[in-house]
Nanobody, 125 residues
Framework: VQLQASGGGLVQSGGSLRLSCAAS????????MAWYRQAPGKQRELVAR????????LDSSVKDRFSISRDDDAKNSVYLHMNSLKPEDTAVYYC???????????????????WGRGTLVTVSS
């Protein structure tokens, strides 16, 4: 399974960006899709996650500014809508997918985790 992320770039403080991530490949189903970020010198952290049933959770630092959504038609794509960006949002943003492999017949197989290559978001003050 491959994840293709796009949409990063340079934006001024207070601006907006939308990140996109599309999954391709063969698998049984998606359990969740998420966005993580990693700032220089810091650990990777969860920004937002959307479950297959639509439940969402966002980190407290972004919940009033960011939102996560998915493509209801394709369901293999997820978006991160980032508003009121701050310099501290500067990071490489990674798309994450937790899914189930194809099992026997129509059944799901074991779970797997895939990561995209990351897209850089830079917010200038």
């Amino acid at each position: 399974v491959q994840l293709q992320a796009s949409g990063g770039g340079l934006v001024q403080s207070g601006g907006s960006l939308r990140l996109s991530c599309a999954a391709s490949g063969s698998f049984h189903s998606i359990i969740s899709m998420a966005w993580y970020r990693q700032a220089p010198g810091k650990q990777r952290e969860l920004v937002a996650r959307i479950m297959s049933n639509g439940d969402q959770n966002l980190d407290s630092s972004v919940k009033d500014r960011f939102s996560i959504s998915r493509d209801d038609d394709a369901k293999n794509s997820v978006y991160l809508h980032m508003n009121s960006l701050k310099p501290e949002d500067t990071a490489v943003y990674y798309c994450n997918l937790v899914g189930a492999e194809r099992g026997k017949g129509w059944s799901p197989g074991r779970n797997f985790v895939s990561w995209g290559r990351g897209t850089l978001v830079t917010v200038s003050s």
